[in-house]
């Protein structure tokens, strides 16, 4: 599908698509603005990743700047954050989710460094540790 023109709101399409297209969820589209002038700041562009839990917008500043956060921070630091993990006998590693306790890594909340540091960590049998996020692998 393609939009085009003057009057085009990446932000009107995701909400209509969130709303009106659950089926088809999780998906993503990109976006780009132009202009027919070669001047700064004229061009921009991003992303936008739409799931049933709501509409993330990306624009190629952010995206820039993690891509280059990743490039120059310590590898063994946690870019994308911190995750809670336990190991269970018979599940293996399960990880903290606010809403559900422990589960698996897809519905893991990820913890900035100062969330991690002031979070209270439940009781449990295994003591409970932190995990770094890993970055995405390079195509």
């Known amino acids: 599908m393609t939009f085009s023109g003057e009057q085009f709101g990446v932000e009107q399409v995701a909400h209509l698509i969130f709303t009106g ?3 088809a969820l999780p998906c993503a589209f990109a976006w780009t603005y132009d202009c027919d002038r ?15 839990a709501g509409i993330d917008f990306h624009n190629t500043t952010s995206i820039i700047d993690r891509a280059i956060t990743r490039e120059i921070k310590d590898p063994d630091e946690a870019v994308d954050g911190y995750v809670l993990a336990i190991r269970d006998a018979e599940h293996g590693l399960s990880f903290w989710n606010n809403e559900d306790d422990f589960g698996r890594l897809g519905l893991a909340t990820v913890f900035s460094e100062d969330e991690a540091a002031k979070f209270d960590k439940p009781i449990t049998d295994d003591e409970p540790e932190w995990l770094t996020m890993p970055a995405p692998l390079r195509p």
């Open 38 to 52: 070669l001047r700064i700041g004229e061009f921009e562009g991003g992303c936008v990743v739409i799931t049933e």
């Open 21 to 23: 297209c659950k089926s």
